[in-house]
């Protein structure tokens, strides 16, 4: 938890899917550095990429209503209450 910092969406979509022109279910946002990535639903599960490529353990869901984090190291579901920063 000592890396969890207040971060802000710093792409609209999956950093990586954007690029390759391809699509995701679902957005995961980095709260270490903001990177947004695609859900392990999506084919590509670039947000468990950036997280095994950068040891940034804890992400929150993108999605609209959704109010949840996952800490990848000790696989445990984090509850919040507030919206998270879009760009």
Not at 22 to 37: A, E, I, K, S, Y
């Amino acid at each position: 938890m000592d890396q969890l910092r207040p971060v802000r969406a710093r792409t609209k979509g999956c950093e990586e899917c954007l690029k390759l022109h391809d699509t995701w279910v679902h957005l995961r946002l980095c709260m270490t550095c903001g990177h947004v990535g695609c859900c392990d639903d999506s084919k590509n599960k670039h947000a468990t990429g950036h997280f095994h490529g950068t040891a940034h353990p804890l992400i929150r869901s993108l999605e609209p209503g959704e109010y949840w984090g996952w800490c990848y190291v000790d696989q445990v579901q984090l509850e919040d209450e507030s919206p998270p920063s879009r760009p």
